[in-house]
């Protein structure tokens, strides 16, 4: 007899899934609360524009590196959970230590150091997720941790705005105050996310263990190091908005236009995190990711090809929050069924490193074309790489 839709929800809606999709979205309220004054806070203190690169930069450069590590060494503990608290923590403590700052360069460390702390239990998180729930419901468990993860994004700048006027602009108990949600993140881990027992893998090298990947997998990095190659930042779109609507609107209205598209975008991407999810335990996982990444094409297409009028900006902001809820859910859930459970933390975190390369060469590569050349030719890049990582993901097969 067929389980009853109940009885198949208890079975990944768990403690541990809801514990981890809670501490996603606190984690990222916090942080996000920390991101939306960090701008005009380095303004304030007379720094440059220039520094929030080089912050953001090296933050996430730090970051994407931490995962590899992390993954590498967790899969080697009996217990990765105590890895993840610590991970929360330091996130928590590098973001409220902002309010100390005085400096630029001081940013820079509290930054990089909170980027750290996430690097490191980015991986053990998705073990751990990935450890909780069955093979045949990986999509609605890493698409419920994506859609909790994206209401902290948006519960986020709203609490910043309402911190931020009703402590009369003080930056520094606004930072201070991101401490709460920071440490509830890593209290939610640490008391109500229960780690399975599992064999650690046995001590090898870091290059024999990436040997050990199977190669589907492999071939599943280079499909997803391609489209990432080609999937800028969010707030180049932001930008594309502001420029195309300023004149007609102006700049201050087309300003809170493109913002207000970037709040809907967020509001599709949290929505339909889950629905990639269900979509993906039910169909083969490359067709759906593959769906995600044609979604995007279109996208870019459109950019290239269509007049920007206020109404098809709105469906390209749509159509980003849902390429990229498809795209990392899928993405994630499809990487758990290709590498056996003893290399999760290992696969998760190669898989980490990519997509942090990926992020940090689409949108220089992107900016780049655009300043030298337009933005036809700069999505026009992105377009093509969208679609080549769509076909590649559909080659990719569980087996050899």
């Known amino acids: 007899m067929a389980d009853s839709p109940s009885t198949s929800r208890a079975r990944w809606l768990n403690r541990t899934v809801v514990g981890i999709g809670l501490a996603s979205l606190f984690s990222d309220w916090s942080h996000e609360i920390a991101t939306t004054v960090l701008p005009a806070f380095l303004a304030s203190m007379g720094a440059a524009a220039a520094w929030l690169g080089v912050i953001e930069g090296v933050a996430d450069g730090l970051s994407s590196f931490a995962k590899m590590a992390s993954g590498f060494y967790t899969d080697k503990l009996q217990r990765r959970k105590p890895i993840a608290v610590i991970g929360y923590l330091v996130t928590a403590c590098g973001t409220a230590s902002f309010g100390l700052a005085t400096a630029a360069w001081h940013i820079l460390i509290s930054r990089s150091l909170a980027w750290l702390g996430r690097g490191v239990?980015?991986?053990?998180?998705?073990?751990?997720?990935?450890?909780?729930?069955?093979?045949?419901?990986?999509?609605?468990?890493?698409?419920?941790?994506?859609?909790?993860?994206?209401?902290?994004?948006?519960?986020?700048?709203?609490?910043?705005?309402?911190?931020?006027?009703?402590?009369?602009?003080?930056?520094?108990?606004?930072?201070?105050?991101?401490?709460?949600?920071?440490?509830?993140?890593?209290?939610?881990?640490a008391f109500f996310v229960r780690e399975k027992e599992r064999r650690p893998v046995a001590h090898v090298s870091f290059g024999e263990r990436l040997r050990l990947l199977p190669r589907p997998y492999r071939k599943f990095l280079v499909a997803v190091g391609i489209f990432?190659?080609?999937?800028?930042?969010?707030?180049?779109?932001?930008?594309?908005?502001?420029?195309?609507?300023?004149?007609?609107?102006?700049?201050?209205?087309?300003?809170?236009?493109?913002?207000?598209?970037?709040?809907l975008r967020n509001i599709f991407y949290a929505g339909f995190a889950y629905v990639a999810g269900g979509l993906a335990d039910r169909f083969k996982k490359q067709y759906v990711l593959a769906a995600g990444y044609a979604l995007a094409a279109v996208m870019?297409?459109?950019?290239?090809?269509?007049?920007?009028t206020i109404w098809l900006l709105g469906i390209i902001f749509i159509l980003s929050g849902m390429h990229v809820a498809i795209a990392e859910t899928l993405e994630d859930s499809f990487c758990a069924e290709l590498v056996g459970e003893e290399h999760h933390g290992m696969a998760f975190g190669v898989l980490a490193t990519v997509n942090g390369i990926g992020d940090f060469l689409s949108s220089i590569i992107v900016g780049t074309l655009w300043t030298a050349v337009g933005t036809n030719v700069a999505f026009g890049y992105s377009a093509v790489l969208f679609s080549l990582g769509a076909l590649l993901v559909l080659r990719t097969n569980r087996s050899p």
């Open 228 to 263: 990432g190659a080609g999937d800028f930042a969010p707030t180049l779109l932001i930008l594309l908005a502001t420029q195309k609507l300023t004149p007609t609107l102006g700049p201050a209205v087309a300003a809170s236009v493109a913002v207000g598209f970037y709040v």
């Open 121 to 189: 239990r980015t991986p053990v998180r998705k073990a751990l997720l990935a450890a909780a729930v069955t093979k045949e419901t990986y999509g609605r468990a890493f698409g419920f941790e994506r859609m909790m993860d994206t209401v902290g994004a948006i519960v986020g700048p709203a609490t910043a705005f309402i911190l931020f006027a009703a402590l009369h602009h003080n930056y520094r108990r606004v930072f201070l105050l991101t401490l709460i949600p920071g440490v509830c993140a890593a209290g939610l881990i």
């Open 300 to 308: 870019a297409v459109l950019i290239v090809a269509a007049p920007m």
